[in-house]
């Protein structure tokens, strides 16, 4: 890669987790107990900040969209157990030069895996922090080999209906489909996560690979990856497909521009304990920032994209 990229969130802006990591050394400016873990000089200034908007294990892995498993925010923590994920292969194919199905490993051992501490911003309005352990996709599309003539990455969801109760009921049509612009997909920001808190990532969030795109909206980050397709022509991806009026291909994070049922202006903020109610949590409300707070690094690769219009 030209280019590593640098996290601006720091662990301060994400829950502390009592077993993972200790408040007080990050309030008295010390460094972390555990091996490998730096903290930048911002991390102290963070720390008030991460008391007011924590965002929990508990958060991240009990208040999940998954629809595999259930529409309603608990289904997947209830029911994403019974999803089986090993062994786990993912088809490669279409513009690669090297197509096949391959075990994950296989895929993705040897990979450097990085911890990315990247805000989550559901088109439903609500956002939450989350400390994701994974591998940049270009890193992965490198190792496949993209041919000349690729313009876009396809991936697919799972589907295994004797384990998933929301596939069984056909809540959606599956499976759940996605898809980015081969740039978007090369973007040093664009991960496959396959951790969270350092550990392997719940089948609630994913199990055991998904992308994570930070400045797109939280639909486009697609779980649980079964295949990967590179192709010339823009992919179909399932909430655009459902409800073309409602949701984009591109579903940047963008506050200026409302869905037609809800303002995008800003955000409910998951586990910060606010006086405000979404459903029978506690929160309060952030600005929703352009581009997710990802503008810097991205804006660039919609160059002359009108941002004022919905795509
Ligand atoms: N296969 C699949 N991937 C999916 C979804 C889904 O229903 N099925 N929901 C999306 C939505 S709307 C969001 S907001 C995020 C939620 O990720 P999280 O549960 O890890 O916070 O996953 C996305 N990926
Ligand atoms: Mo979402």
């Not at 900040?49 to 529409?71: C, H, K, M, Q, V």
């Amino acid at each position: 890669m030209a280019h590593r990229w640098t996290n601006k969130l720091t662990r301060a802006d994400v829950t502390p987790e009592a077993v993972w990591l200790n408040r007080r050394q990050i309030l008295g400016g010390l460094g972390l107990a555990g091996a490998g873990i730096a903290v930048g000089s911002g991390a102290t200034a963070q720390a008030s900040r991460a008391e007011l908007e924590p965002n929990s294990w508990e958060d991240i892995t009990t208040y999940n969209n998954f629809y595999e498993f259930g529409t309603g925010k608990g289904d997947p923590a209830a029911n994403a157990h019974q999803m089986v994920t090993e062994p786990w292969s993912i088809r490669v194919d279409g513009l690669v030069d090297n197509p096949g199905d391959y075990m994950l490993q296989d895929l993705i051992g040897g990979l450097t895996v990085e911890e990315r501490i990247y805000r989550l911003r559901c088109v439903e309005a609500w956002s939450m922090v989350v400390p994701w352990n994974g591998i940049e996709l270009a890193d992965i599309l490198d190792r496949v080999g993209v041919q000349d003539g690729a313009r876009y990455v396809a991936f697919e969801t799972a589907v295994q209906p004797e384990n998933m109760v929301g596939v069984r009921r056909r809540v959606m049509p599956f499976p759940y489909v996605e898809g980015l612009r081969l740039d978007e997909a090369m973007h040093p920001l664009t991960i496959m996560a396959t951790g969270i808190y350092d550990r392997p990532i719940p089948n609630q969030n994913g199990a055991p690979i998904r992308l994570v795109v930070p400045w797109k909206y939280g639909f486009k980050s697609i779980k649980s990856i079964v295949r990967i397709t590179l192709t010339e022509e823009q992919p179909p991806n399932s909430w655009n497909t459902l409800q073309p009026r409602e949701y984009g291909f591109y579903a940047n994070v963008n506050p200026n521009v409302d869905h037609p049922r809800w303002s995008q202006a800003d955000e409910r903020v998951i586990g910060s304990g606010g006086g405000g109610l979404l459903g029978n949590l506690q929160v309060e409300r952030r600005p929703t920032e352009m581009f997710n707070g990802y503008e810097e690094e991205v804006a660039g690769l919609y160059e002359g994209m009108d941002l004022s219009v919905f795509y």
